[in-house]
Every structure is written in structure tokens, then in C-alpha cells.
């Protein structure tokens, strides 16, 4: 079933909603991304270790926006170009209840699914 004129309007506006926060969580995060400097005399070694683990973690987790905030970027163009709501892989209508969950969803149920198994 085709997505509805209401339903695509509030995918849009959560794309858009998505790609703002992703944005705003990205510029927040870029101090905590740096590299630990080894040389600071007023860290202790467990903190030097506490503080270049967290600093991976936040690497990870900036690597995780920046997919997430390209992907989204990509579905908003998609939106404009009348593709969004395609499977990338059938080409089959993606579900609205999986769109409204991961608006920014390349793949249907079924596709990610296979994806994921191999």
C-alpha cells in the first residue's frame, strides 16, 4: 500500500528533524573526539587510561552519526526525487511502520533481514 500524503509529510519532517539533531549531536561531540594528550601532568595513568577509552567510544559513536546523518541526507534525496519508500534491493514499498522507526531505511523488513544474514 502506497504511503499516504500525511504519512510522507511526517517522514519528511522526521528526516529533517533527524538530520538537525545528528548535526547538533555531531558539533557537540567534536571536542570530546580529540586525542588524549599522554603528557598531561595533572592525569594520573588510570585516568589517562579512563579518558582514552572514553575517547574511543565517542569516536565510535561519531563514526555511528556521521553514517546515520549521510544516510538521512540521502533519504531527503531521495524524498525530493519522488524514490523515497523504495527498497534499495526489490524495490518494493518499505513499510511506514519501519520508515517511522528508521526514516532513513535503504532496505524493507525482508531485504535488511537477508542483509544481515549473510
Known amino acids: 500500500m502506497p504511503l499516504s500524503p500525511t504519512e510522507l509529510d511526517a517522514l519528511r519532517e522526521a528526516l529533517e528533524t533527524l ?3 545528528l548535526a ?3 558539533v557537540r561531540t567534536t571536542e570530546s573526539a580529540r586525542p588524549v594528550e599522554l603528557d598531561q601532568p595533572a592525569i ?3 585516568s589517562r587510561i579512563d579518558a582514552i577509552a572514553q575517547q574511543k567510544m565517542t569516536e565510535a559513536n561519531r ?3 556521521q553514517s546515520r546523518h549521510q544516510l538521512a541526507r540521502a533519504a531527503l534525496h531521495r524524498f525530493d526525487e519522488d524514490e523515497y519508500g523504495d527498497c534499495m534491493a526489490c524495490g518494493d514499498e518499505i513499510g511506514f511502520a519501519r ?3 528508521r526514516p532513513e531505511s535503504l532496505y524493507c523488513i525482508g531485504c535488511q533481514q537477508a542483509r544481515e544474514r549473510t
Request: aromatic share 0%; hydrophobic share 45%.
Open 24 to 26: 547538533t549531536a555531531l
Open 19 to 21: 538530520i538537525e539533531e
Open 63 to 65: 563514526r555511528a552519526q
Open 44 to 46: 594520573g595513568r588510570v
Open 99 to 101: 520508515l517511522s522507526a
